[in-house]
């Protein structure tokens, strides 16, 4: 997939914009944010490196290319690479306070990809539930290759464990998609290629994962899930 991500000056509403990633899940292209300043966007990846990044469990420091490719994770042709094999589960930003905010993302999916957008996370216990997660799946072929039955939210765009998207907006594997996650206090909204698939007061909502919303981190981290494929696959990405 390939994400875009920014993240504004510390007002009421930081704006974040991943800049180009492609892991099985995620990637950016640079010249996707090169106007992001403009609108008060903040590119939260360079498109050459890792630098503001760091692997599940660990400190930026000391990561060089070869340590993040035993992590799971490489940059290629400005694209973040989420590897088929590696040690760490997640990608984070080194910031740990992001509160407030609203995030774009460019990604496309590879077969059988299994990932997540993590935000206000922490590092302390799992990030889909201290924070949240919302889902990146290939919709279109778990399933089968899995052979399970995937709950609502489990889908592409699903607030996980607790919010399934409203209607399916994913575009077909290798395609571009978009997302826009708003989050303001407890009120957070996920639009995907410009169809809105959620918007909701977390504090209502009743998880059947995880902690109430309002037990969890206020602020936190912005990150990047690398989960394993379905079933076999020709890409090692």
């Known amino acids: 997939k390939h994400v875009s991500q920014t993240i504004a000056s510390?007002?009421?509403l930081k704006k974040l914009l991943p800049l180009a990633?492609?892991?099985?899940p995620l990637a950016a292209d640079e010249k996707t944010t090169a106007p992001a300043a403009e609108f008060g966007f903040v590119n939260l990846f360079n498109g050459r490196d890792l630098t503001g990044w760091a692997p599940a469990g660990k400190s930026e420091a000391g990561m060089d290319d070869a340590a993040w490719t035993a992590a799971g994770y490489r940059v290629r042709?400005?694209?973040?690479?989420?590897?088929?094999r590696g040690n760490a589960g997640h990608i984070r930003t080194s910031r740990m306070d992001f509160e407030d905010f609203e995030y774009r993302m460019d990604f496309r999916l590879s077969r059988l990809c299994n990932s997540g957008l993590y935000l206000r996370s922490t590092e302390e216990g799992n990030p889909s539930y201290n924070g949240c997660e919302v889902q990146i799946l290939d919709d279109f072929n778990w399933e089968a290759a899995s052979g399970s039955k995937l709950a609502p939210y489990q889908f592409t765009g699903g607030l996980y464990g607790a919010q399934a998207p409203a209607k399916s907006a994913l575009k077909p594997i290798g395609e571009?998609?978009?997302y826009q996650v708003n989050c303001v206090g407890s009120r957070m909204q996920c639009a995907?290629?410009?169809v809105i698939l959620w918007d909701v007061d977390t504090n209502s909502l009743k998880p059947k994962q995880g902690e109430p919303f309002a037990k969890r981190a206020k602020r936190g981290f912005i990150g990047m899930q690398r989960h394993g494929a379905a079933g076999k696959t020709d890409s090692d990405v």
């Open 21 to 24: 990633l492609l892991f099985s």
């Open 176 to 178: 571009w998609n978009t």
């Open 77 to 84: 042709g400005g694209e973040l690479q989420g590897l088929m």
């Open 192 to 194: 995907l290629n410009g």
């Open 10 to 12: 510390p007002m009421l």
